[in-house]
């Protein structure tokens, strides 16, 4: 008898024991793991471009992770480079659109102001074009020219503005990936 009055007292002892571990890490380290996991970092640069751009700045934190988890030394096996994944093509055309018309080296897409300031430029221009995030991020994958092809074949897209199926599945995951990075963002960092 008293020995299954010990393993009911153990078993309910274990239990309690992990009621409680769920309970601190629902309300106690959950946060801090998810904020290790989804940082805010350059959050000066972010902040200040996507103002600048009218973006907001979780997509261009979700972007920014989702292309090189932060890494400013990242390189893609295209030759994108930075923390925004850049192509030296896609920033001599950010360079033209800015107002001062630089003419940096590929170099420079390593320091991170740079990367996303132009960047920037090109997402808002995607943005902008588009008309929609999920579309204008496939574009930022895919290229601009693939998404318009996409959205003039009826078998993509219904109404030739948005795709109801991107038909490249890796496009088609970074898209969601990236909403879905976002939507973290904003329930972490959001007010």
Request: charged content about 20%; aromatic content about 14%; proline content about 4%.
């Amino acid at each position: 008898m008293h020995r299954k009055v010990r393993i009911r007292s153990t078993v309910l002892a274990l239990a309690v024991l992990v009621f409680c571990a769920a309970l601190l890490w629902q309300y106690v380290f959950k946060e801090r793991y998810m904020k290790l996991a989804y940082p805010e970092k350059y959050t000066a640069y972010v902040q200040q471009y996507a103002a600048q751009n009218d973006l907001d700045p979780y997509l261009v934190f979700a972007v920014v992770r989702t292309e090189s988890g932060f890494n400013p030394r990242a390189v893609s096996n295209i030759g994108a480079l930075g923390l925004m994944q850049l192509t030296p093509d896609t920033f001599a055309w950010a360079q033209s659109k800015t107002p001062e018309e630089e003419s940096l080296s590929t170099d420079r897409l390593y320091d991170p102001a740079t990367n996303i300031r132009y960047g920037t430029v090109v997402l808002s221009a995607l943005v902008r074009e588009f008309g929609r995030e999920d579309t204008a991020l496939a574009a930022y994958h895919a290229g601009r020219t693939k998404v318009k092809s996409w959205l003039a074949d009826s078998r993509y897209s219904h109404d030739g503005r948005s795709l109801y199926h991107i038909p490249f599945a890796d496009t088609r995951a970074y898209v969601q990936r990236v909403l879905d990075t976002k939507t973290v963002y904003r329930q972490l960092y959001g007010s």
